[in-house]
Antibody, heavy 119, light 111 residues
Framework: QVQLVQSGAEVKRPGASVKVSCKASGYTFTSYGISWVRQAPGQGLEWMGW????????KYAQKAQGRVTMTTDSSTNTAYMELRSLRSDDTAVFYC????????????WGQGTLVTVSS | QSVLTQPPSVSGAPGQRVAISCTGSSSNIGAGYDVHWYQQLPGTAPKLLIY???NRPSGVPDRFSGSKSGASASLAITGLQAEDEADYYCQSYDNRLSDSLFGGGTKLTVL
């Protein structure tokens, strides 16, 4: 069965970086991409971007451009999302989700990773 | 303000039918792009409920159905159950923004 397992919760200082991982299993990793979605406390869902499992090409949401990098490692079937220059309003749960293309539905989701940014 | 507009909340009694709307424009739903729906139970990750306007993934009860007309889409839930209490989000693509979008989300309360 398809599973996406994310790394654990993180606490970071403002200005630091965080790298969240998403390990995929149960399907051919290179046949799908991975999207990252942010959910601030009590707020809705927000796409951050999509990275191809086939060639690592990434497409970022306008709001995330410049501070986020999404990568994949097909040798370990793992996707990564790095967010830099963290601010307190970056505190959120970050989800990874499998998507065939950058615009398709997200059919499987990771359990979420809470990133807390606090001084 | 989301480009895809959903009512902030809806409610219904057990056994009743509720519908959640998702209103877009000519650059997204009205341009013919598919609408997908997600259910997020409290404290959990979202789950795909409806894809490509009206299709249910395996395991989703047929109490859930989706439809699309013009620049709007709708999620209907019949035979409401207590476990349907959750947040529901629509998703589509916008060609002016060149990106996927979520609606703002709708909280369903089962009375």
């Amino acid at each position: 069965q398809v599973q996406l397992v994310q790394s654990g919760a993180e606490v970071k200082r403002p200005g630091a970086s965080v790298k969240v991982s998403c390990k995929a299993s149960g399907y051919t990793f290179t046949s799908y991409g991975i999207s990252w979605v942010r959910q601030a406390p009590g707020q809705g869902l927000e796409w951050m971007g999509w990275v191809s499992g086939y060639n690592g090409n990434a497409k970022y949401a306008q709001k995330a451009q410049g501070r986020v990098t999404m990568t994949t490692d097909s040798s370990t079937n793992t996707a990564y999302m790095e967010l830099r220059s963290l601010r307190s309003d970056d505190t959120a749960v970050f989800y990874c989700a499998r998507r065939y293309t950058a615009y398709a539905q997200a059919d499987y989701w990771g359990q979420g990773t809470l990133v807390t940014v606090s001084s | 303000q989301s480009v895809l507009t959903q009512p902030p909340s809806v409610s219904g009694a057990p056994g009743q039918r509720v519908a959640i709307s998702c209103t877009g424009s000519s650059s997204n739903i009205g341009a013919g792009y598919d609408v997908h729906w997600y259910q997020q139970l409290p404290g959990t990750a979202p789950k795909l409920l409806i894809y490509a306007n009206s299709n249910r993934p395996s395991g989703v009860p047929d109490r859930f159905s989706g439809s699309k007309s013009g620049a709007s889409a709708s999620l209907a839930i019949t035979g409401l159950q207590a476990e349907d209490e959750a947040d529901y989000y629509c998703q589509s693509y916008d060609n002016r923004l060149s990106d996927s979008l979520f609606g703002g989300g709708t909280k369903l309360t089962v009375l």
